[in-house]
């Protein structure tokens, strides 16, 4: 079989699994994970982001012949994060006998980034750069 390739402002994510412990040591099945509203999972892959229209591109001129119609956004996930999303618009599939679950990027609630590479880390740290007084 070939690579999957993730389209648009999708993402795949591995979600963890059903099972989940409780505070007082009750193992929940999955079947109760299922109801939730929230889930989890690592981010696998993502699609190239979101479409827009390339405003340096026109039909007209030959010369340019790697300018494409369309530019893309990219979108704040990336592979490795663990991110939270509405389950009830994520669609289950199998690939490789393994289950991953695709969702729009906008159904995304919250990721958690291990390295700490965020946007708040680099507004914060702005003092720092020279020039910046």
Wanted: glycine letters at 8%; zero cysteines.
């Amino acid at each position: 079989m070939g690579k999957l390739i993730v389209v648009g402002d999708r993402v795949l994510i591995a979600p963890n699994s059903g099972e989940r412990e409780t505070r007082a040591g009750l193992v929940l099945p999955a079947s109760v994970a299922e109801k939730e509203k929230v889930r989890s999972g690592r981010v696998v892959s993502v699609g190239p982001g979101y479409a827009t229209p390339n405003p340096e591109f026109s039909e007209g001129d030959i010369w340019k012949q790697n300018e494409q119609a369309v530019r893309y956004l990219p979108l704040q996930a990336r592979a490795g994060d663990v991110a939270f999303f509405l389950a009830r618009d994520a669609v289950d599939i199998t690939y490789e006998e393994t289950s991953y679950v695709i969702v729009q990027h906008n159904t995304i609630l919250a990721l958690v980034r291990e390295d700490g590479d965020d946007i708040l880390s680099e507004i914060e740290n702005a003092d720092d750069i020279e020039g910046l007084e």
